[in-house]
């Protein structure tokens, strides 16, 4: 199984860039669908940006869309979400997850098996 690990989180301006990073350990992510998700306090887990495993199909939330770009590289066991134009209700922990049975890039949680333990980003206004 695999055991993902974000970081890269941090206190940013709006309008600001930030890259998170996810390091697979344990397995290979080249069988796996990968995904960030996020959750502020008070709010329901939500779904960000999902990834397939050959990393040709990508899906992203509405809100996210057209600013977050989630990529990966199976050489290197990695997997990014690059968020530029960072708004203050962007601020929420960020998690990684895999899927080890995904063909297309879910953005339902259940449909993850493993999950890291999230990076906080926090977003000034």
């Known amino acids: 199984q695999v055991q993902p690990v974000e970081s890269g989180g941090g206190l940013v301006q709006a309008g600001d860039s930030l890259t998170l990073s996810c390091a697979a350990s344990?397995?290979?992510?080249?069988?796996?669908?990968m995904a960030w998700f996020r959750q502020a306090p008070g709010r329901d887990r939500e779904s960000v940006a999902a990834?397939?495993?050959?990393?040709?199909?990508?899906q992203y939330a509405n809100s996210v869309k057209g600013r977050f770009t989630i990529s990966r590289d199976n050489a290197s066991n990695m997997v990014w979400l690059r968020m530029n134009s960072l708004r203050f209700e962007d601020t929420a922990l960020y998690y990684c997850?895999?899927?080890?049975?995904?063909?297309?890039?879910?953005?339902?949680?259940?449909?993850?098996?493993?999950w890291g333990q999230g990076t906080q980003v926090t977003v000034s206004s």
């Open positions: 997850a895999a899927d080890r049975h995904g063909i297309a890039p879910s953005l339902v949680p259940s449909d993850y098996d493993y």
């Open positions: 344990g397995d290979t992510l080249r069988e796996y669908t």
């Open positions: 990834i397939t495993w050959s990393g040709r199909s990508t």
